[in-house]
């Protein structure tokens, strides 16, 4: 009996990359700076319910005699929850950016066009975050040897951060002569 034979595993489509910084620079020029500046406004946006959470805590805790102050044992991972929330809430929007990057005319997109949702923007930052914490501040530098402008965490999630397409269109009419 001749048969075909069976296949074994999953069959998927490679999706090429949707942004080409060689025919599209206006997306990626200026990034790595307005990214850095996203990320100061995103994480005053952070930390500032976590600072009166804090100063509520303390009150509970004056106010009950010092039993409140075990209510500060909670409080990493109320931040931890927050930053998850806020950061895949964000990129999960419509614009697919932070507030801070909305601000500085940024979006994140998937590394094949495809807008941001909540799940990816949470392991996102996830990732940022023990990135950061495993390798030093340095491995930001790596934005600087690639010609997408990514940085290590988005090309282990496979995000792309680029010029939303207002300023990409400033950009592109910028450059004609």
């Known amino acids: 009996m001749a048969s075909d034979p069976k296949r074994i595993g999953v069959s998927f489509d490679v999706k090429p990359h949707a942004y080409?910084?060689?025919?599209?620079?206006?997306?990626?020029?200026?990034?790595p700076a307005r990214r850095f500046v996203a990320f100061i406004i995103d994480l005053l946006i952070i930390s500032i319910p976590i600072v009166f959470l804090a100063i509520f805590i303390f009150m509970i805790g004056v106010a009950t005699l010092g039993l409140g102050f075990f209510l500060y044992g909670l409080m990493p991972?109320?931040?931890?929850?927050?930053?998850?929330?806020?950061?895949?809430?964000?990129?999960?929007?419509p614009r697919s950016a932070t507030i801070g990057m909305?601000?500085?005319?940024?979006?994140?997109?998937?590394w094949y066009g495809a807008p941001a949702?909540?799940?990816?923007?949470?392991?996102?930052?996830?990732?940022?975050?023990?990135?950061?914490?495993v390798f030093t501040p340095l491995i930001v530098l790596v934005c600087f040897f690639?010609?997408?402008?990514r940085l290590l965490h988005d090309m282990i999630v496979?995000?792309?951060?680029?010029?939303?397409e207002v300023r990409?269109?400033?950009?592109r009419a910028s450059a004609r002569p």
């Open 20 to 31: 080409d910084p060689a025919t599209n620079p206006e997306l990626f020029e200026g990034v």
């Open 77 to 93: 991972v109320i931040t931890t929850i927050w930053a998850l929330v806020y950061y895949g809430a964000t990129f999960g929007s």
């Open 102 to 110: 909305r601000v500085m005319d940024l979006e994140m997109r998937t």
């Open 117 to 133: 949702y909540f799940v990816l923007g949470a392991v996102h930052a996830v990732v940022f975050w023990v990135s950061i914490s």
């Open 146 to 149: 690639n010609e997408r402008r």
């Open 158 to 164: 496979g995000t792309v951060v680029i010029n939303n």
């Open 168 to 171: 990409a269109s400033v950009l």
